[in-house]
Nanobody
Framework: QVQLVESGGGLVQAGGSLRLSCAAS????????MAWYRQASGKQRELVAT???????NYADSVKGRFTISRDNAKNTVYLQMNSLKPEDTAVYSC?????????????WGQGTQVTVSS
């Protein structure tokens, strides 16, 4: 059974920091590309950051220079370090695991963790 479990969300003041974690089980974690998405109330889900199985990273323009995605394959965990948080970063943050098995794209989602940034 595949599980992605996020943790680390909460309430923080603007300018503060949080570190989100996503612990994976039931998959060969090192083979998966991992990503963080977020969805603010009333808005569409947006991609925040990605890290490939090889460790290459990419970020949404809105978080570049403030957020850092990383992974620890020994712990089957992906992290999102969020610094200089802004009220507009308030959203439910979810992690995503993706791989290709033959021609099939396989995707798993976590349940999400709420991040609220107060002004």
């Amino acid at each position: 059974q595949v599980q992605l479990v996020e943790s680390g969300g909460g309430l923080v003041q603007a300018g503060g920091s949080l570190r989100l974690s996503c612990a994976a089980s039931g998959i060969i974690f090192s083979s998966y590309n991992m990503a963080w998405y977020r969805q603010a109330s009333g808005k569409q889900r947006e991609l925040v950051a990605t890290i490939t199985s090889g460790g290459s990273t990419n970020y949404a323009d809105s978080v570049k220079g403030r957020f850092t995605i990383s992974r620890d394959n020994a712990k089957n965990t992906v992290y999102l370090q969020m610094n200089s948080l802004k009220p507009e970063d308030t959203a439910v943050y979810s992690c995503n695991a993706e791989t290709w098995i033959s021609i099939a794209r396989v995707i798993y989602w976590g349940q999400g963790t709420q991040v609220t940034v107060s002004s």
